[in-house]
């Protein structure tokens, strides 16, 4: 079981913590000159997204987390599962709600996504950070208008809803910053 | 490989000014500017710190020796051998601390005052310091170090057990507090870091005075119905800068701290290094009774330039040594 001391600590090291995986995000290290030493952390739990400071005594090791990103292609959603493909090796995987998350909104079937697998399984999952997508639903726009002002919702054709200018009709295409969830532009057919 | 400095030429140039003003502060003051080993037979037997070590291939074949982490015994002899008031200004080295307020190879200086005590040290220090960052008019406060908890966290740090330090951390909401397995001064630095530090020294210079014997270091104890340690530190800015003692004199019981540190790091599966025989020995031929403090330069400079990390006052921090 591989572990690291409080040494080794640093942004982005992954590290379990009471038997969740936690990613570091800040690391301090406090000492009184003729004392104790400690590191000071800022680390947020894999799972919940939470973000918690913890002090521990310098010198200490804690076990490693094993979770590492790779990419995947979204295959097809039955219900409760999404399942992914590693296109190198065709190995599949299926992914519940929870690690899904707010990717659902965006990813369409074929899509890559990064996958973050803990001990092996989906614990989360990001879309790319921008999507192309149909429009399926939306008022009509008053023609004419290409200002961008004031907008109007949109339903895409994965279920989310953007604002959107104006002119945008429903059938169109359009680039979506998921980071955001905010309306880029049109687009063409990839 | 990054070949430029990380501080800034004008860091560098208010580290050249820095010394400078040093050094004339203490020609008008009399002291003698002194040079002693970085590598010595000895190492420091504190188990908060840890020496680097090296070897010396000579004569009798290889000898190890040990960085100092501080220039403190040999400047200590110097004082026994009559030099009179005497300052240096030296690279010194820790193993493993580094941080934003930490490098492992840094800049002390370090003085001695023959016949002062830690009080009239303090103002010396305040001088100093205030010269530095051009604040001639910074106000100095001075605390006892029991009446600083007592104050802000309402526990005596001197009579306070395990339990109650342990409490305290939990009450003052110390994440992951409940978690740590400390001795009593461990809690009192846990507290200390976490809770007090960043408070002290703002827009003044802030002096802890009169700490628990038990984290006396190499300063006197003062006897009395509640004895403590003459140390004192110096905050700034939320930044411990500089940490003195009324010094302790007393060969016999010097070499019985040093043994209990030895103990102590034998326990705890850390590198036992020898015992400084020669410091030892010159305080039995007799040190005058003196005052004397190191304060970190580096962290010095980073006040004077307004920098948060302190590689931005080091040409080249180790990563790219």
Redesign the interface.
Known sequence: MATYNT?EFRGGLKIMLDGDPYTIIEN???????????N?VRIRNLKTGRV???????GESLEAADVHDTQMQYLYNDGDTWHFMDPASYEQLTADAAAVGDAAKWIREEDMCQVTLYNGAPLSVEPPNFVILRIVETDPGLKGDTSGGGGKPATLETGAVVRVPLFVQIDELIKVDTRSGEYVSRAKEE | MEWRPAASLAALRARAELYALIRRFFVAAGALEVETPIASHAGLT?P??ESWRTAWTGPTGVQPLWLHTSPEFPMKRLLAAGSGPIFQICKVFRD???????HPEFTLLEWYRPGWDGERLIAEVANLVRLALGQPERPVEILSYRQLFRDRLAIDPLHATLAELAACARDQG????EH???DR??W???L???RL?TGLGRGRLTFIRDYPPS?A?LARLRPGPEPVAERF?LYLEGV?LA?GFAELTDAAEQRQRFEQDQACRRELGLPVPPLDEAFLAALSAGMPEAAGVAL?LDRLLMAITGTSHIDQVLAFPIERA
């Open positions: 040494n301090e290290f406090v000492k009184p000159g003729k004392g104790q030493a400690f000071r918690v400071e913890r002090t521990f005594k310098s | 504190d908060a710190l493993g601390e580094r941080g934003r307020r930490h110390i994440a992951g507090g740590l397995s400390l001064d461990g009192l630095d846990l200390l870091t976490h530090e984290q270091a530190e411990e940490n970190g």
